[in-house]
Each structure stands twice: as structure tokens, then as C-alpha cells.
């Protein structure tokens, strides 16, 4: 009798800590950074009239990062968007490209104003500039430590090129991930999209 008793405490205790994981894992919060992009916050600064916002969360246990993007008024049509970390000093500076190039799927090209919105998968191959895996530990799991980290630290920035004659190659409109202001970090995938739609 003690034994099957044993027993059954010990399946109980093993499957209140597998829920207890689920839970904890399925709850994990977005961390939420807002981006604010302009001419003068690139490098070198330009005049560009463009203006642009972004939301950019990410949930490490998920390993998923969601932006969303609104941008008008650029001097040129778009070319690419992309994020790139990591600079050497926080706030300023520039670094090589670590997501997708020369743009995330499906952002419009040859616009001068849109908004856009995607979700990536940080474990895919496809989410990331090779090169940027390769010169970060060669597996998308030590790209995305290396780049959430960069993100946390104010070294990574959302980069907007456009296309000559009239625009700006070599990015005409960005801005530094910073923490956004929020009360509480929302803790599910939709509940993100809902706050910075």
C-alpha cells in the first residue's frame, strides 16, 4: 500500500511540474521596444522629410520577434529594412546587417510611405543574414542571444534604404530599439499586436 501511495505521489509531483514548465513557458512576456525614425538619426545624419515608428517585441522563450512598422514622407522609393547590431556604443554608430536581407518578407518595396507588420521565427534560418550567424556563433540560437542581447543593450537600430536619384542607399530613415513605455509587458503574442497596432 505505501508503495502504491509512493507511487502516485511521485506521477502527481511529475505531473504538476510538467504543468507548472507549460505554464511558465506559454506565459513568458514580450519584452516591447519602440523605435523613432528619422534622417538625423543616421550615419551620417541626413535631411530626409521621412518619418517612421516601429514596435519591436520579443519573446526569448518563444524565440519570436514582432515588428510592426509605419513610415511616410521618404525621399526615395524603398529599397531595403532590415535591424543591425551590434554597434560598439549604445545610442550611435553603425554595425553590419543581422536579420533578413536586403528586407524582411513581404516589406513593400518601391514606396515612399507604408505600414508593415511581421512576426519572425528566430529558430529559422530565413529570419537571419547569414553572415551575422556565421560572425555570432554559427547556429540561430547563438545569432539570437547575440542580438537580443545587443537589443537590450541600445545597440541595435531599425534601418529604412531607399533608391537613387532621389533617396538614400545606405539607409534614409532609422532609429535605436529603447525600451518602450508600457505598465506591464503584455504576456501573449496577440496581446502585443493588439497594444502597438
Known sequence: MHAHLRTGVAVLGLALCVMASAVTSSHAAWVVYSVTLNGANEAPPNASPGTGTATVAIDAVAHKMYIHLDFAGTLGPTSACHIHAATAVAGTGTAGVATTTPYFAGFPIGVTSGTYDITLDETL???????????????????????????????????VHTALPLGVPGGEIRGFLLPAQVATEPSTWG???ALYR
Open 125 to 159: 534560418a530565413s529570419s537571419w543574414n547569414p553572415a551575422y550567424v556565421t560572425a555570432n556563433g554559427g547556429t540561430t540560437a547563438t545569432a539570437e542571444a547575440a542580438l537580443f542581447a545587443a537589443i537590450a543593450a541600445g545597440k541595435a537600430y531599425l534601418n
Open 191 to 193: 496581446s502585443v499586436k
